[in-house]
C-alpha cells in the first residue's frame, strides 16, 4: 500500500491550512481510498484487496486450524512466518509468545523447533 504525504508536508507544498489537510484525509476515508495508520499517517487502499486487520497472534493461530496441524506436529520457524505476513522476526517471535502463553504453542528452548500444544477454538481466537 501507498503512504500518503504527511499532512505537515501538503500544508507546506500546497499553502493550504491543517483543517483543510485533515476534512480531505476525512473524505477519502469516507470513500474507502484511504485509511490512517499509526503515527498520524494515511495510506491508499486498493479496491478489491482485503487485508487482515487481525492482531497477527490471531492471523499466526489461523494456520494450526488451516492447515489442519494436529497436537505435537511441529509449527513454522519465525524466518518462514515473517516472510508470509511481511513482518520482521522480532514482530513473529512476540506473537509466538503470545501463543506460547495462551497454550496454543509449545517450545523446547531457543533454536528449537515449536510445537502446536493445542488446538485454538473460534472462541479462544476471538
Known amino acids: 500500500m501507498t503512504e500518503l504525504p504527511s499532512a505537515g ?3 507546506r507544498d500546497y499553502t493550504i491550512s491543517r483543517g483543510v489537510v485533515l476534512r480531505a484525509f476525512a473524505a477519502l476515508h ?3 481510498v ?3 495508520v499509526p503515527g498520524g499517517r ?3 487502499v486498493r479496491p478489491g484487496k482485503q487485508v487482515d486487520r487481525r492482531p497477527l497472534e ?3 493461530a489461523d494456520i494450526v486450524v488451516d492447515e489442519g496441524l494436529a497436537v505435537g506436529a511441529p509449527f513454522p520457524s519465525a524466518s518462514v512466518l515473517a516472510a508470509q505476513f ?3 522476526r522480532p514482530t513473529v517471535t512476540k506473537a509466538l509468545d503470545k501463543l506460547e502463553v495462551a497454550g496454543v504453542l509449545a517450545s523446547a528452548g531457543q533454536g528449537k523447533v515449536r510445537r502446536v500444544r493445542a ?3 473460534r472462541e479462544e481466537r476471538s
Open 9 to 11: 508536508d501538503l500544508m
Open 30 to 32: 469516507e470513500e474507502g
Open 34 to 36: 484511504a485509511e490512517p
Open 42 to 44: 494515511w495510506r491508499v
Open 58 to 60: 490471531e492471523r499466526i
Open 86 to 88: 511481511g513482518v520482521s
Open 119 to 121: 488446538v485454538p477454538t
